[in-house]
T-cell receptor, first 114, second 114 residues
């Protein structure tokens, strides 16, 4: 079975500051990793994904994440945040084979202040 | 291309009633998954349908059921509603069922059970 831990439930940050949202996962099989963003009253939007290859993944809206297999982590980073980045961010994993569901972390609420 | 659409967007029901939610996937997508999102339990997988067949099922009671039609549209039904069924129900579609196929989420249906 797989599980995802998002280490921070809330992250406050000032506009134009850098931010890191932390995600650790547990799995006995190889997995694919994802970060999704959810704005108020909306569904989930994919920010980026790691399937294989380079461990540094770049996504939309200036976000990037680094896959670290030894530490089973997939932290999300942005060098300079905007007010519009205020949202809930979800880390998710899925086993790389078979008919598989997304397993989500509890989410991190990013609050960007002026 | 139009995104995933879900109807209705908001729904209020009373305990003991039943409800049907609808999801229209992106054109060409044959897989539809359903997720329940609550503040306490987070995002949990309900089931996935592909070519009118249920391919995967989460850990929910039998009161939760679904189906998929030949045009890939999907419905989920919840019978004998309980207060704890109040949640945002998200539908996601993807082209195939491989783990690397990106899931595209709809805006969700907000169900309130009184």
């Amino acid at each position: 079975a797989q599980s995802v831990t998002q280490l921070d439930s809330q992250v406050p940050v000032f506009e134009e500051a850098p931010v890191e949202l932390r995600c650790n996962y547990s799995s006995s099989v190889s997995v694919y990793l994802f970060w999704y963003v959810q704005y108020p009253n909306q569904g989930l939007q994919l920010l980026l994904k790691y399937l294989s290859g380079s461990t540094l993944v770049k996504g939309i809206n200036g976000f990037e994440a680094e896959f670290n297999k030894s530490q089973t982590s997939f932290h999300l980073r942005k060098p300079s945040v905007h007010i519009s980045d205020t949202a809930e961010y979800f880390c998710a994993v899925t086993p790389s084979g078979g008919y598989n569901k997304l397993i989500f972390g509890a989410g991190t609420r990013l609050a960007v202040h002026p | 291309k139009a995104g995933v659409t879900q109807t209705p967007r908001y729904l209020i029901k009373t305990r003991g009633q039943q409800v049907t939610l609808s999801c229209s996937p992106i054109s060409g997508h044959r897989s539809v998954s359903w997720y329940q999102q609550t503040p306490g339990q987070g995002l949990q997988f309900l089931f996935e349908y592909f070519s009118e067949t249920q391919r995967n099922k989460g850990n929910f009671p039998g009161r939760f059921s679904g189906r998929q039609f030949s045009n890939s549209r999907s419905e989920m039904n919840v019978s004998t509603l309980e207060l704890g069924d109040s949640a945002l129900y998200l539908c996601a579609s993807r082209f195939g069922t491989s783990a690397y196929n990106e899931q595209f989420f709809g805006p969700g249906t907000r169900l309130t059970v009184l």
